[in-house]
């Protein structure tokens, strides 16, 4: 007898959209993928990207057994072997590295799933118990993170799903048509609604082209923007002052240092005209004095060069001096991912790492440095053993070349978790093949709405695939690790994951959110409409006293790029032209490449030029062009466009370099250099030279 049923799940995706869905499973195959048409924020749409997850999931290329290597690191050359030899294999050369010096291990791994069972759960409790090095998972969003928390605390923002609401929405260094779609839909209900929508974006992306404006700031120079902006707040006194005296602090100091951030040198810093930076201000500060919401959607865009953690720290003082806190569609949303109360500690057992052993702690964003340091006495022991799951370091991380080359390694043993045999798969020495979210149970936070989720497992693991949590609890095994905590299944990890004992998470449990799928935290409406700023001192800190013992600027300021024409003239006079690689729509970072049908959308890696810097160089439309600076070097096929401000070009990735005609992609040319604060990538902070090949 056949049999259709609807399971409950969630989008696993690193997208702050973080979608309900509904899986269609006939006679244990699952058919079709939707959005969940209750579920407040998917709406029952889906991104073409995960409306095709079953053509991802079923797909040929699937890894379906374990693997070990044969052939050199990087060819990718693999045989097939069992579970039992497979993890043998692996429990031995750990135990053997263990022995000697625990810290050699490291895991590599980062939001490939959002699920916290499969990511930091059963996977933590083994290292920790090995007491292997720990890694700073800073790849996305950490500077960003940090100068927030200095400023306002936790993150936590306006709910997205008072968008429509707002008459005013700065999206700030993010297209949310491409990578936060259900944020889009309701930013067009807010204009169908009479609300003035601004971008500020160095490049005219998807988003940009439908606002009503376009403010294309030159990268890395949007703390400039933001000090401008409270400038021409303070001088037109354009303030809530009622606001700035009961939940701020340091107003004096503030207006102090913005008072030299004049509109003039604010538009030559960022490269727009003084009308821009005048106008934005007074929009923002007269629409509060209406006592009309203004929104900041801040993205990530903005973080991902040298000064990225003052960006975000300028940005996000911006409400607090117009009082746009005081309503719910008011304020600044980065992410939500602080409104949810987790059980950390629970899910990843510190407390398990041997008590007298020295810890070290490995930034992922510099893994290729750190993979070819030889080991020292600040450094550490040299990286012997590397765990990658969730993640494809080859394609993702910067400087690609010193990354290839420390994967390379002869004397590194590295095993790779993954769907398919990526480039990072083509380094591994033993490959497992992971289930995917249609396959594993999983608990879900969100970085973009209050809800917190679970995904049920519709259909059963595809040929040998083994979830992350069940193939860490194998090796713990394997490793004679006999702590209780360490047979929990995926099921009982998922159970933990929330702490249903807090307020906010109190009304559900476990057992109600996979049969709703979904559940709502209870925050207040308006987060800070009478201060509560989780900073040390409950206000939003214009002063910051943390910053000032972090050794940074306590007030805002302004960082310029490592690597612009301005801040650095004579590497300009090599590489003139500024470079972005933000993503493509349909891709999810390095995840889809191998789907034939939306690589065929996206066509091949592109490089859009601006007319004139194509003139310059003789280069016309669909010539092929080679990207390179001292780092290296990858070629992409031109796009004379606009699109791209005057000195700059935007490659959109994250391309897999195997499928790219020259096998590299534009991290080739980015570098290891870290954010101000939070250790963060520099991915839009470099500079290039672009020829005709
Ligand atoms: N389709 C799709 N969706 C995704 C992803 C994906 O790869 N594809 N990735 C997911 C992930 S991991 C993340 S972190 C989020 C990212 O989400 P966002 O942070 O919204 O990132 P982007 O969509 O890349 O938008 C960044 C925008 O910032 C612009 N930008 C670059 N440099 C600067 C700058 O210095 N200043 C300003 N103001 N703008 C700048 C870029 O041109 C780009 O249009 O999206 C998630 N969603
Ligand atoms: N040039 C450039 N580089 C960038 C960026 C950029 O804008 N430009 N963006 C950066 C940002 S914001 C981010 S977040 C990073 C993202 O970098 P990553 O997190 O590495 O990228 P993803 O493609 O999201 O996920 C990586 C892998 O996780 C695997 N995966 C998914 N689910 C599972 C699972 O359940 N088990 C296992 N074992 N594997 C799974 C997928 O198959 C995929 O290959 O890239 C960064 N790199
Ligand atoms: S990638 Fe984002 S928009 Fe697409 S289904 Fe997943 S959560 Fe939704
Ligand atoms: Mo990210």
């Not at 609807?6 to 509904?22: E, M």
């Not at 889009?184 to 439908?210: F, H, M």
């Not at 300021?557 to 972005?580: D, F, G, H, Q, V």
Request: hydrophobic share 40%.
């Amino acid at each position: 007898m056949s049999s259709t049923t609807i399971v409950r799940a969630v989008c696993p995706h690193d997208c702050p959209d973080t979608c309900a869905l509904l899986v269609t499973v006939k006679d244990g195959v699952a058919t079709e993928v939707k959005g969940d048409p209750t579920h407040p924020t998917t709406g029952g749409v889906l991104c073409t990207k995960v409306a095709r997850y079953t053509e991802r999931t079923y797909h040929p290329d699937r890894l379906l057994y374990p693997q070990k290597r044969v052939g050199k690191k990087g060819e990718g050359q693999f045989e097939r072997i069992s579970w039992e030899e497979a993890i043998r294999a692996i429990a031995a050369r750990l135990k053997e590295i263990a022995a000697r010096e625990p810290l050699a291990i490291l895991p590599y791994s980062y939001a490939g799933t959002m699920g916290l069972v499969q990511g930091e759960s059963m996977s933590a409790r083994v290292l920790n118990k090995l007491g292997a090095s720990f890694l700073d998972r800073t790849i996305c969003a950490s500077a960003g993170g940090r100068g927030y928390q200095y400023t306002l605390g936790d993150r936590i923002g306006t709910d997205v799903e008072q968008t429509q609401n707002a008459r005013l929405i700065i999206i700030w260094g993010g297209n949310p048509i491409a990578s936060n779609l259900h944020f889009w839909t309701r930013v067009q209900e807010a204009k169908r609604n009479g609300a003035r929508i601004i971008a500020i974006d160095p490049y005219r992306s998807l988003t940009a082209e439908k606002c009503h404006q376009h403010i294309a700031i030159s990268p890395g120079t949007d703390s400039a923007l933001a000090l401008g902006m409270m400038h021409v707040l303070i001088r037109d006194d354009l303030l809530d002052h009622d606001y700035i005296e009961r939940y701020t602090l340091g107003f004096a100091a503030l207006r102090e240092r913005v008072a030299e951030w004049t509109p003039e040198r604010v538009a030559k810093t960022c490269g727009i005209s003084v009308e821009e930076v005048v106008e934005l201000s007074r929009a923002y500060g007269e629409g509060a004095q209406r006592g009309e919401p203004s929104l900041i959607r801040m993205n990530y865009g903005v973080q991902r060069s040298h000064g990225g953690g003052m960006a975000v720290r300028n940005i996000a003082c911006l409400p607090a001096l117009v009082g746009a806190w005081r309503h719910a569609a008011g304020g600044v949303l980065l992410s939500a991912s602080g409104s949810f109360v987790k059980n950390t500690a629970l899910l990843e057992r510190l407390d398990l790492f041997p008590q007298q052993q020295a810890r070290r702690t490995i930034n992922m964003s510099d893994i290729g440095n750190s993979l070819l340091h030889p080991g020292s006495l600040e450094f550490g022991p040299k990286i012997e053993a590397l765990i990658v799951y969730n993640s494809n370091p080859v394609a993702i991380a910067p400087e690609s070349a010193k990354v290839a080359q420390g994967f390379a390694r002869d004397d590194l043993f590295t095993v790779v978790l993954e769907h398919f045999q990526t480039d990072t798969a083509d380094y591994a020495d033993i490959l497992l093949p992971a289930t995917t979210q249609l396959e594993h149970v999983d608990a879900h936070a969100s970085y973009g709405h209050r809800y917190m989720m679970a995904n049920n497992a519709a259909i059963a693991p595809m040929g040998e695939a083994k979830s992350n949590a069940e193939i860490f609890r194998l090796l713990a095994k394997e490793l004679g690790f006999t702590d209780a905590c360490f047979s929990e299944s995926d099921d009982a990890l998922g159970a933990q994951a929330f702490n249903y004992e807090h307020e906010r998470s109190a009304h559900t449990n476990w057992r109600a959110l996979k049969e709703q799928g979904w559940s709502k935290l209870r925050l207040p409406e308006i987060p800070f409409a009478q201060g509560g700023f989780t900073t040390p001192s409950g206000k939003c800190e214009f002063y910051s006293e943390q910053m000032l013992a972090a050794g940074l600027d306590p007030l805002p300021t302004y960082i310029p790029p490592y690597e612009s024409p301005a801040s650095n003239p004579e590497l300009a006079a090599k590489y003139p032209l500024a470079m972005i690689s933000p993503p493509a729509r349909n891709f999810l970072n390095s995840t889809f490449v191998n789907v034939q049908s939306l690589r065929d959308t996206e066509g091949e890696p592109h490089l859009d030029l601006h007319p004139q810097d194509a003139a310059q160089r003789q280069i016309q439309a669909g010539d092929m062009v080679r990207i390179f600076n001292d780092r290296g070097s990858f070629v992409a096929k031109a796009r004379i466009t606009d699109k791209a401000r005057q000195g700059l070009v935007v490659g959109l990735s994250i391309w897999w370099k195997k499928l790219a005609s020259d096998h590299k992609n534009a991290n080739e040319v980015t570098s290891q250099r870290l954010t101000d604060m939070g250790g963060g990538p520099t991915f839009y902070d470099l500079l290039v030279q672009v020829e005709k090949t």
